[in-house]
């Protein structure tokens, strides 16, 4: 919406518009399809529609919308294909089923090669703009501050993120942008831009008072109960008698989880203008 366009409709919802695109995301999907995860001993508990899942799904619709692939280049190139934010729920549910972060970290390079499979197979669909995000700094979000909460003060930087949790988030963006720089040598004709969740949240995090927020409920979840963030992960938002707060605008965080309304329209200005940057265009 910051960018003057409406929200992508869901591509499963068969009576949706999807003249200006479609959404082929699910809540709770990872990178990894769920039969490798199993192998690692990792449940996937949300859905079993891993990105391999989604992109078949988006090829399909391109069947759909194409009859010929001639059509399908020229649909694309006044096209912009969001390319994640993937590989965040590997982690979640690796690092909350008791893994160690050095395991976790075993993991990036399958996952963002994963990533960087999906974007190459989008690009020989005939893509020439996309945009893959990174991940977010994780050690600054209410459900990672409770499973994570320690005693040790050296484990939090000045802000109250969890130093390591966000070294880890750094480590996965590194990675992937280094397949990024690869995927720009190997299609020197398409855009490719990198999406800075990680330092987008963390210029909101830093100015929360400078753009309206309430500085003591930045690191606390807007609908949520317990504990210092006002989260628990088996009374979640949605759960019984977990209440919303009246003032939303006033919360980075909704529900421990995701962002709220202003927060997320926050960063997407951020990002608009670093994005622009990068395609250099103006918006």
């Known amino acids: 919406m910051a960018a003057g366009l409406p929200f992508l409709n869901a591509y499963k919802n068969n009576a949706s518009d999807f003249s200006h695109g479609a959404n082929f995301a699910v809540v709770g999907s990872t990178a990894q399809p769920v039969h490798i995860l199993a192998k690692k001993n990792i449940s996937s508990p949300v859905t079993p529609s891993s990105l391999n899942v989604q992109l078949e799904w988006m090829f399909t619709h391109f069947d759909s919308i194409c009859e010929t692939d001639r059509e399908c280049a020229k649909k694309f190139k006044r096209s912009l294909f969001m390319v994640g934010e993937i590989g965040g729920n590997d982690y979640n549910y690796t690092l909350f089923q008791g893994k160690s972060i050095e395991e976790v970290e075993d993991m990036v390079p399958d996952v963002v090669q994963i990533i960087k499979n999906a974007a190459q197979r989008v690009i020989q669909k005939g893509a020439v703009r996309l945009v893959i995000p990174g991940n977010f700094p994780i050690g600054c979000q209410p459900i990672y501050l409770t499973g994570f909460e320690t005693n040790n ?103 421990g989880i995701h962002l709220t309304h202003k927060a997320h329209k926050m960063m997407a200005k951020y990002l608009i203008s670093d994005i622009s940057r990068q395609f250099r265009c103006f918006v």
């Open 153 to 255: 003060s050296e484990a939090y930087d000045e802000y109250h993120c969890l130093k390591r949790l966000n070294s880890f988030s750094k480590y996965h963006n590194r990675h992937l942008q280094q397949a990024i720089r690869e995927l720009r040598q190997e299609n020197p004709n398409v855009k490719i831009a990198y999406g800075d969740y990680y330092h987008a949240f963390h210029w909101l995090f830093r100015n929360v008072q400078h753009l309206g927020f309430d500085i003591e409920s930045r690191q606390k979840a807007c609908c949520g109960t317990g504990g210092n963030c006002n989260f628990n992960v088996v009374r979640i938002c949605g759960a019984p008698q977990v209440l919303a707060c009246t003032n939303p605008d006033q919360y980075l965080s909704w529900d």
